[in-house]
C-alpha cells in the first residue's frame, strides 16, 4: 500500500489561486452575452436565460470547492486521483463559457480543447474510486486508463479547434469577421467533430458503466456517489449522442431545452457528493487519530484489538501481527491466524513501522479505512503496535514450548504403557507358564513317592510365583492395566481397596480424557495413598469445563514425590498447588 504525501502550503495556494481564476474567466465570460437575442438563432441561447446562466455558475462553484477540497484535503481523506479528476471536471465545466461566447479565436479553440476533457474526468473519477479500495497494480492500470482517456479526447479536441472556424457556433453575433483555422480544411473539421462527439459519448458511457458496476458492491456513502457520478456522466453520454449535437454546443435549445440545467445539476450534485465524502472521511480520520492515542494507553486486560473494533464501529475487525522468523501471522494471542476467505466485504491491509510489517488490519468497509489507519497512527502508536506483537510473537514461542513439553510426556507416557504391556505379555506370562509346569511336576512327584523331589519343586514353584508377582506389581506401578481399559474412577477404586490404610473416593462421572491426563491424576492419587500408608486420606475427583479436578486431603506430600508431580502437571498446561496435608490438581482435557 502506498502512503500518500499530504499536500504543502504551495499546493494549496495554488489551488486555491486557480480556483479563483477559473471561476472569474467564467463568471467575465458569461458577461460577453448580449441581454437582448430577440430574431437569433435557437442555437445561440445556451446560457443566455438567467436560469440557465445560474445553473451553470451553480455547478461551476460546487466543482471548484470540490476540487479544492480534495487538494486541501490530500493524502489525509482524498487521493490524488480523485484531486486532480475533481480539478479537471471543473475546469472542463468552466471552459465551456469561453468556447462558446470568447472574443478571441484562440481562447475559444482552448475552451474547446478543455471542455472535451470532462467525460475522461468523470471516468477518472470512476476508476479512481474502485482503486482506492484495490491494490498497487490496479491503482497503476487505472492511471493508466485514465491518462489515455485525457489524451485521446484531448487531442481530439485539440484537432477539432484547428480545423474549425472558432466562431462557426454563433455566426457574427459576438464577431463578424471570418477567421480562417490553422488546419483549413473543412472535411477534416466534419470528421474531427463527429469523433470528437463519439469519443466524449463513449467515455461518459463507460464511466457512467464503471460507477453502476461499483455501486452494488460499496458500502453506503460511497454507493451512493457512484449512483450520482453514473447518473452524470450518463448525461454528459447524452449530451454528445443526442441528435443534432454540435461540438461545444451540445444539443439545440429547441430539441432539448432543460439537458443543460440537467447537466449542471448533475455535475452539481456530483460535486456534492465529492465534497461530503472528503468531510466524511476528514471526520473518520480525527476519529482514527483519537484511535491512534488510545492505542498507546492500552493496558491489559483490554487489547488492542478490542480497542480498535470499538472505535471502529466493527465488532469483528480485528489486528493480527506477522511474526518473522516464523513467517505467520498471529492473533494477541499468539495463536495463527489467516484472514477470512469467504466474506467479500471483509478486506485487510497492512501497517507498517519503519519499512517493516508490524500487523494487519481486517475489517468491514474500503480498504482505504486500513490506509487511513496507518496515516493516523504516529510514532508512540505505532510503538504500542510493535509491543503488542512481541507480546503476540512471545505468546506464540510459549504456546510452541508447551506443546513440546506436552509431547514430551504423552511420548514417555506411550514408552510406559509399552513397557507394561511388554512385562504383562511377555515376561509374565512366561512365568505363569513356569508355575504351571513346576506345579505339574510337584504333583508327579508327590505321586512317585520322590518327597525330597517334591520339597524342592515346591520351593522353586514358590520363588517363580513371587517372581510372576513382582513383575505384576512393577508392571502395574508403571501403567496400571485397569486405567487404560475402564478409566480414571475405576482404577483410583481399584487402588483405595489395595490400599493400607482408609481411602475415601467422592468422585463424580468423568468421561474418558486423555491418557497423559488420565495417568497425571492417578499418579497424584497414587503418591498421597503411598504417604499416607495405615492413615486416612480422602481423594475428591470431578470434570466439568473440559477440566479435570482431584484434590487430595489428609496426607502431607513430601518435595521429593511433589516436585515431579508438578512439573508433569505444568507440562500438560495445568497447575498443581498445596499446602501441608491438602493439594489440588487441575488439568485441562482438550
Do not use: K, N
Not at 495556494?13 to 480556483?19: E, H, I, Q, Y
Not at 469523433?195 to 461499483?214: E, K, P, Q, R, T
Not at 470499538?310 to 513467517?327: C, I, K, Q, T
Request: charge should be neutral; include cysteine.
Amino acid at each position: 500500500m502506498t502512503r500518500t504525501v499530504p499536500p504543502d502550503w504551495v499546493t494549496v495556494v495554488v489551488a486555491v489561486l486557480a480556483t479563483v481564476l477559473t471561476i472569474s474567466v467564467a463568471a467575465f465570460t458569461l458577461q460577453l452575452i448580449p441581454d437582448d437575442l430577440a430574431g437569433s438563432p435557437a442555437s445561440l441561447e445556451w446560457l443566455s436565460s438567467g436560469g440557465q446562466r445560474a445553473a451553470f455558475l451553480t455547478a461551476l462553484v460546487s466543482l471548484s470547492c470540490a476540487a479544492l477540497m480534495a487538494t486541501v484535503a490530500g493524502g489525509r481523506a482524498a487521493s490524488p486521483d480523485v484531486a486532480l479528476a475533481t480539478t479537471v471536471a471543473a475546469v472542463g465545466w468552466a471552459s465551456l463559457a469561453p468556447a462558446l461566447w470568447a472574443t478571441t479565436p484562440w481562447v475559444r479553440g482552448a475552451g474547446l480543447a478543455l471542455t472535451s476533457l470532462l467525460p475522461a474526468a468523470l471516468l477518472h473519477l470512476a476508476l479512481a474510486s474502485r482503486a482506492q479500495q484495490a491494490t498497487a497494480a490496479v491503482e497503476q492500470r487505472t492511471r493508466l486508463t485514465a491518462t489515455v482517456a485525457y489524451l485521446v479526447l484531448g487531442a481530439s479536441g485539440l484537432l477539432t479547434a484547428l480545423s474549425r472556424d472558432p466562431f462557426s457556433d454563433v455566426g457574427c453575433l459576438v464577431r463578424c469577421e471570418s477567421v480562417t483555422p490553422v488546419l483549413d480544411a473543412p472535411r477534416l473539421a466534419h470528421a474531427s467533430g463527429v469523433a470528437l462527439l463519439v469519443l466524449m459519448g463513449s467515455v461518459a458511457a463507460s464511466a457512467s458503466a464503471v460507477a453502476s458496476v461499483d455501486a452494488r458492491a460499496d458500502r453506503l456513502p460511497s454507493r451512493v456517489t457512484q449512483l450520482v457520478l453514473a447518473l452524470t456522466a450518463a448525461v454528459e453520454a447524452a449530451w454528445a449522442w443526442w441528435p443534432g449535437s454540435r461540438v461545444v454546443g451540445g444539443p439545440l435549445p429547441r430539441d432539448s431545452a432543460h439537458l443543460l440545467v440537467t447537466r449542471a445539476g448533475a455535475l452539481a450534485l456530483l460535486a456534492g457528493c465529492l465534497t461530503a465524502g472528503v468531510l466524511l472521511r476528514l471526520r473518520r480520520r480525527a476519529a482514527l487519530r483519537r484511535l491512534a492515542r488510545e492505542i498507546t494507553e492500552v493496558t491489559p486486560p483490554t487489547t488492542v484489538s478490542e480497542v480498535v473494533a470499538a472505535r471502529l464501529g466493527d465488532p469483528r475487525a480485528r489486528l493480527d501481527y506477522f511474526v518473522a522468523g516464523d513467517e505467520v501471522w498471529v492473533d494477541e494471542d499468539g495463536r495463527p491466524s489467516e484472514p477470512p476467505q469467504d466474506d467479500p466485504a471483509r478486506r485487510s491491509a497492512l501497517l507498517r513501522r519503519g519499512g517493516d510489517v508490524v500487523a494487519r488490519l481486517t475489517t468491514a468497509g474500503p480498504r482505504s479505512r486500513a490506509g487511513d489507519l496507518q496515516d493516523a497512527l504516529g510514532p508512540a502508536a505505532l510503538l504500542a503496535l510493535e509491543a503488542e506483537r512481541t507480546r503476540a510473537e512471545q505468546m506464540l514461542r510459549l504456546g510452541h514450548l508447551t506443546e513440546s513439553r506436552r509431547s514430551t510426556v504423552r511420548t514417555a507416557d506411550l514408552a510406559r504403557r509399552r513397557a507394561e504391556r511388554d512385562l504383562h505379555d511377555g515376561a509374565q506370562h512366561l512365568l505363569l507358564a513356569a508355575s504351571f509346569a513346576l506345579q505339574e511336576a510337584l504333583r508327579l512327584a508327590r505321586s512317585a513317592g520322590r518327597p525330597d523331589r517334591a520339597e524342592r519343586l515346591a520351593t522353586v514353584a514358590s520363588e517363580v510365583s513371587e517372581a510372576a508377582r513382582e513383575i505384576r506389581d512393577v508392571a502395574h506401578g508403571i501403567y496400571p492395566v485397569l486405567l487404560g481399559d475402564s478409566g480414571l474412577v475405576p482404577a483410583l477404586e481399584g487402588l483405595a481397596r489395595e490400599s493400607e490404610g482408609v481411602v475415601t473416593l467422592d468422585a463424580t462421572p468423568v468421561p474418558r480424557v486423555d491418557p497423559s491426563v488420565e495417568l497425571t491424576a492417578y499418579l497424584v492419587a497414587a503418591a498421597a495413598v503411598r504417604a499416607a500408608g495405615a492413615g486416612q486420606v480422602r481423594l475428591a475427583v470431578s470434570h466439568d469445563d473440559d477440566t479435570l479436578r482431584l484434590t487430595v486431603v489428609g496426607v502431607p506430600l513430601d518435595d521429593h514425590d511433589v516436585r515431579p508431580l508438578v512439573d508433569r502437571s505444568g507440562a500438560l498446561g495445568g497447575t498443581m498447588e498445596g499446602m501441608e496435608a491438602t493439594w489440588h490438581l487441575e488439568l485441562p482435557c482438550a
